[in-house]
């Protein structure tokens, strides 16, 4: 009785095991963002100035005005526009509700400062509270109007609503604290 007990547990884990193989999906992280752009030189450097990356070599067989910028465990790729109707018309909204990027941040004073210091107009708000990990928030337009957050969302935790078992979480970099307990019985 006891081992029939056994090899049905087994057996269940077995399962588990092989359904999670067949969720896996063989990626690893987000390895670049594209923006096209109204002057590759002028957002070169916003985004080395202002965000901190940095300039590297591109593919030789790209035969189009671009560049590429890395920083952080992630790229931008900036391409000319060839049509100003593929940049934002409204260069100067800033919705949070809108798309957007957004950049962890360690000091979120020295990264409101730099803002100030480029003259850029921002949005400054804080959500949630000290209970629950209240995270500030500053957004802001690139120089085509493409919105940026810049945020300290690590103070918030990150509740999966499935399976922890599906989240990849890449071991070499920054990851938000994750809430471990089981929520599916609540």
């Not at 109204?38 to 985004?47: A, G, L, N, P, R």
């Not at 803002?115 to 629950?132: A, S």
Request: charge should be negative.
């Amino acid at each position: 009785m006891h081992c029939k007990r056994d090899q049905t547990t087994e057996n269940e884990e077995k399962q588990e095991q092989k359904q999670g193989q067949e969720h896996e999906i063989p990626l690893l992280a987000l390895n670049h963002v594209s923006r096209v752009c109204s002057s590759v030189k002028d957002s070169v450097d916003f985004y080395t100035k202002v965000l901190g990356f940095v300039l590297i070599e591109r593919p030789e067989a790209f035969d189009f005005d671009g560049a590429w910028l890395f920083n952080y465990g992630v790229g931008i790729h900036l391409v000319h526009a060839k049509d100003d109707e593929k940049l934002p018309q409204d260069r100067e909204n800033l919705d949070p509700m809108d798309n957007h990027i957004s950049f962890q941040c360690e000091n979120m004073e020295a990264m409101e400062q730099k803002l100030k210091d480029h003259n850029i107009q921002y949005i400054k708000r804080t959500v949630g509270d000290e209970d629950e990990g209240a995270i500030d928030q500053l957004f802001f337009n690139d120089l085509d109007g493409f919105m940026i957050e810049i945020c300290n969302c690590e103070n918030l935790k990150l509740v999966p609503q499935g399976s922890l078992g599906y989240i990849k979480l890449p071991v070499d970099r920054h990851n938000p604290p994750i809430e471990l307990e089981d929520k599916a019985g609540d």
